[in-house]
């Protein structure tokens, strides 16, 4: 898998997170949202959950490949 | 660019609530539905959808018992409808974009660049003789066909070149700056020099014939300075024949000048009542409107400014706003002060030295004097110059057979 330099995420099916100071996060390889209110955000990916906590949190926007989720982020959590 | 896009092709914004909003999110996001601005306010989820997707909410919300609302429409497609209502509005933009087009079709500005020695109303003439003229049809215009027509009616144009950007045709020309040299008529008689004034030779340079006069001579007005037949003798001195040809020479001749100038005692001044009237006129090619007008004063002058918005210059259109100012005046007479005088005839006597200067002559002595005579100030002045003289005139030809006589 390391020879061929593909890259990991996709293979492992692992979430991919950027995070941008503390109010701005991108992620892709989810599955869907399972919880949204305005101090947590709960994520379902393919083989964990990931889960946004803090205030005044909104989601920009929503596809299919990839969410943008702004607000005060005080925490990223792995359950 | 997303933005404009998601306008052309209009989005809304809607109110989701009841069992499963977050399945609701997800099943859009797995159909290809894009949903932005997602916020959350107790219950009850507000987010944007686009108009293609709203339409395929149907089987989602009844899947996750969902209650969808619309609270607000954005874009185009709610836009144009209205706008269609306003049936006049539209004709308007129709007809705004039909003139447009149309009148781009026409010549609307004529600019004239590098014209010195041409004036501009001569080459409007020659325009209008072309059927050049604002207002034209840009089709009929052959610029290629134009070039060649200035080129060949005015022989001074060395370089000319005629260019149409949008409306306005801009051309420019290059004179000749270079002075036209007359052509010297090649004559086999022969020209001798003779002098324009009576005076003293003081400088000769002879580049062909013979001389006839030497330095320090006195001569007349008239005489022969340098004559165009150089004698050919015989071995034995005498004279076989003339060979004429054209004299040349510098010759500097020293002379007197006398100037004289006179000038009134009095004169009339423009005197400014200050009583002024204003009327505004518009102009719209070379049609002046403006409201009839009586005859404002008894003696009056009028100023007129023209000024075009830099709007209309730049959209190259033949309009523009002027002012007629009427300004009453009274003719007062007066009477030249000394001092007012000597400065006007002075100004006069500058204007004379300054022509003399330019014709290449070097003042030597100047005697200058201002009178009083019956008629009024007199200024009267004589010059001693030095001035470049030699007119041609033809050359008397000798009849060689009678000279051989003679000289035999």
Known sequence: MESLKLPKDILMGALKVTLTGSHEAWIENYRGILEYTECQILLQGKTCQVCFEGSRLSIDYYTNEDMKISGCIACVRYL | ???????????????????????????????????????????????????????????????????????????????????????????????????????????????????????????????????????????????????KKIRRQFPQITWASAKLTGTRLAIDIKENDTPVIPEREEKQEGMDLVSEYAGTVVSMIVRSGVPAVAIGDAVEEGSILVEGKIPIYNDDATLREYHYVTADADIILEHRVAFQETLPFDYIKKVYTGREKKKVYLRLGSRQLRLPQDRPYLVYDSLIRESAPLLFQKLSIPAAL???????????????????????????????????????????????????????????????????????????????????????
């Open chain 2, 1 to 147: 660019m997303i933005e404009l896009l998601k306008y052309l092709k209009g989005y809304l914004r809607i109110r989701v609530w009841g069992f499963s909003p977050e399945r609701f999110m997800n099943l859009c996001s797995n159909r290809g539905i894009l949903l932005w601005d997602i916020r959350r306010e107790g219950d009850v989820y507000y987010m944007c959808i686009n108009l293609k997707g709203f339409w395929a909410l149907r089987p989602i919300v009844r899947k996750t018992g969902t209650r969808v609302a619309v609270l607000e429409r954005y874009g185009l497609p709610f836009f144009l409808p209205g706008l269609m209502k306003r049936k006049v509005f539209v004709a308007g933009l129709f007809l705004a974009v039909f003139f447009w087009f149309w009148s781009s079709r026409y010549v609307w500005s004529i600019e004239l660049n590098g014209n010195y020695q041409i004036t501009r109303d001569v080459f409007d003439s020659f325009l209008e003789d072309c059927h050049v003229m604002i207002g034209m049809e840009k089709e009929d215009l052959d610029i290629e066909e134009l070039e």
């Open chain 2, 322 to 408: 002027g002012t007629y100012t009427y300004r009453e005046y009274q003719n007062v007479e007066c009477r030249y002060t000394r001092e007012e005088a000597k400065e006007a005839l002075n100004e006069k006597l500058i204007l004379f030295l300054t022509s003399l200067k330019e014709k290449g002559v070097q003042i030597i002595e100047k005697n200058v004097k201002i009178d009083i005579n019956g008629d009024g100030w007199v200024l009267s002045g004589e010059f001693l110059v030095r001035e470049p003289v030699g007119k041609s005139a033809a050359t008397e030809i000798s009849d060689i057979g009678e000279t051989q006589e003679n000289g035999q």
